[in-house]
């Protein structure tokens, strides 16, 4: 993971919690949805990508 330099941190992700907080995602909720997002790069690197990842977030506020 580290050699091939792949998220596995949020500290990785291509949003951050400014992001999500303009997105209207706050407080815990962004916290569970920084975890989600960080869950899905893992599992697929290739969705860290600023847009992408707010998209993920926006669809995820509406389960909150």
Known sequence: ???RHEPY???????????????GI???HC????D?????VIQNPALNKTD????MARGLKKLL
């Open 52 to 55: 992408v990842l707010l998209g």
């Open 1 to 3: 993971v580290c050699a």
């Open 36 to 40: 989600e997002l960080l869950t899905a």
């Open 9 to 23: 941190r949020r500290e990785d992700l291509a949003v951050n919690g400014d992001m999500l907080a303009a997105e």
């Open 31 to 34: 916290g569970k949805v920084m």
């Open 26 to 28: 706050q407080g815990l």
